[in-house]
T-cell receptor, first 116, second 116 residues
Framework: AQSVTQLGSHVSVSEGALVLLRCNYSSSVPPYLFWYVQYPNQGLQLLLKYTTGATLVKGINGFEAEFKKSETSFHLTKPSAHMSDAAEYFCAVRPILTGGGNKLTFGTGTQLKVEL | DTGVSQNPRHKITKRGQNVTFRCDPISEHNRLYWYRQTLGQGPEFLTYFQNEAQLEKSRLLSDRFSAERPKGSFSTLEIQRTEQGDSAMYLC??????????????FGEGSRLTVL
C-alpha cells in the first residue's frame, strides 16, 4: 500500500521567508504526487501535481515542488511567504496503475503559519 | 458550473439519529468520491463511484454508512445510528476519469457533522 509522510505538523515562517514543506512517499514504484491546500472551513484546492516529465513542477500562487526519486520526496517550496499562504497543506499520492479510479491517499497535513 | 456542491454545510445531531449528506459534482464528471476528515488528520477515502456504480468501499465505511449515486449525477451519504466517533468533515470530490487520467480531484467545501 502507498503512503505519504509529512514531516512537521506545524511550520511557522516570517513573511517574505522561504517556505519548505516536506513530503516523503512510500511506494514500490513512483506514483503520481499532489499537493493540496485547505483554507479554514473550505475544501481542498489543488496546488500542483507531478505525473511524468519534468521533475520540477510549478503550481499556483508561486508554489513549486520537486520530485526526487532517489529520496522518495516531493517537497513543496515557495521563495517568499505571504500572509495569505497561511493554511493547511496536504501531500497526496495516487498509484500510476490502479483499479481504484483516481483515489488519492493523503498525508496528515502541515499547518503553515506566516508571521509578520 | 460552480464546482462541487455539498449540503448541508453543517449538521449537529444527537447520538443515534440518522443523517444524510448530499453532493452535487461538476456536471461532466463521471467519478465521485467521499472522504472523511477528522481534526488534525488528512482526508481518508471512504468510497467512490464511476457513474452510478459504486466501485470501491473502504473498510472505514461500516455497515451504518451507505452511499448512493442513483442516476450517476448527485450522490448521498447516509449515516445511520450516529455515534460520537462519526463527528468529522465529510468531503466530496469529483473527477473525469479515464484509463489514463492522472486524477485531478475537485473537492467541495465539505459537510461538517457534530454528534452530541
Amino acid at each position: 500500500a502507498q503512503s505519504v509522510t509529512q514531516l512537521g505538523s506545524h511550520v511557522s515562517v516570517s513573511e517574505g521567508a522561504l517556505v519548505l514543506l516536506r513530503c516523503n512517499y512510500s511506494s514500490s514504484v513512483p506514483p503520481y504526487l499532489f499537493w493540496y491546500v485547505q483554507y479554514p472551513n473550505q475544501g481542498l484546492q489543488l496546488l500542483l501535481k507531478y505525473t511524468t516529465g519534468a521533475t520540477l513542477v510549478k503550481g499556483i500562487n508561486g508554489f513549486e515542488a520537486e520530485f526526487k526519486k532517489s529520496e522518495t520526496s516531493f517537497h513543496l517550496t515557495k521563495p517568499s511567504a505571504h500572509m495569505s499562504d497561511a493554511a493547511e497543506y496536504f501531500c497526496a499520492v495516487r498509484p500510476i496503475l490502479t483499479g481504484g479510479g483516481n483515489k488519492l491517499t493523503f498525508g496528515t497535513g502541515t499547518q503553515l503559519k506566516v508571521e509578520l | 458550473d460552480t464546482g462541487v456542491s455539498q449540503n448541508p454545510r453543517h449538521k449537529i445531531t444527537k447520538r443515534g439519529q440518522n443523517v444524510t449528506f448530499r453532493c452535487d459534482p461538476i456536471s461532466e464528471h463521471n467519478r465521485l468520491y467521499w472522504y472523511r476528515q477528522t481534526l488534525g488528520q488528512g482526508p481518508e477515502f471512504l468510497t467512490y463511484f464511476q457513474n452510478e456504480a459504486q466501485l470501491e468501499k473502504s473498510r472505514l465505511l461500516s455497515d451504518r454508512f451507505s452511499a448512493e449515486r442513483p442516476k450517476g449525477s448527485f450522490s448521498t451519504l447516509e449515516i445511520q445510528r450516529t455515534e460520537q466517533g462519526d463527528s468529522a468533515m465529510y468531503l466530496c470530490a469529483s473527477s473525469f476519469g479515464t484509463e489514463v487520467n492522472t486524477g485531478e480531484l475537485f473537492f467541495g467545501e465539505g459537510s461538517r457533522l457534530t454528534v452530541l
